[in-house]
């Protein structure tokens, strides 16, 4: 690289790092080969990837008489996944359940609720035959099955999915800091 200052002769300077040898990019970029991805870019990557290896287990070892287990542990993820996405990117979710499935809302913006689409992970699910949610409690308060409940912002509502089948019931519970715990056996 050559510069000149007025009044001074030119001077050749020494190559920028990776320019030296060229690492094809077409400019003098200083050597710099592009935006890196961002830690949130990451953690994202890292749950959704998570999230997809948890969905496929049940299929994979034959959830068969699990199946009350097998769907609160995918509602555990799932209900762990909205609470991070309304969290990192600042747009509200709703989850909903009609009792023999539940699905996923997002806000457009402009206070409109949009179910999600079937190619993501919060689309709308039905559960497995013979299993259904049979109890919701939000902070603490028991209401109906069918009650909307909204993520939004940093201090998500406490609530608990009670789901069930012939054998067995199943809770997962979820705090305020988006913890999720369970599914725990609960007894009939």
Known sequence: M?????????????????HEFGHGCGHDCGGMRGRGATLVELLLVLLVAALFAGLALPVWRG????DARGEAVRLAQLLRLAHDEARL???????RSDGGGYGF???????????????????????????RVVALRVDGHPVAVA?????????????????ADAAA????????????A???????
């Open 182 to 188: 369970g599914p725990y056996d609960v007894p009939r």
């Open 2 to 18: 050559r510069i000149s200052v007025p009044g001074h002769p030119e001077r050749r300077l020494r190559p920028e790092f990776g």
């Open 105 to 131: 809302a997002r806000t457009d913006g402009t206070g409109h609720w949009k179910a999600i689409g079937p190619a993501e992970p919060l689309r709308t699910r039905r559960l497995a035959q013979g299993v």
């Open 147 to 163: 009650t909307p409940v909204e993520f939004a912002g940093a201090w998500p509502p406490r609530l608990e999915v009670e789901l």
């Open 169 to 180: 019931r199943w809770r997962v519970s979820t705090g305020v800091d988006g913890g999720v």
């Open 89 to 95: 990117s600042g747009v509200g979710l709703r989850w």
């Open 63 to 66: 959830a068969g008489d699990d």
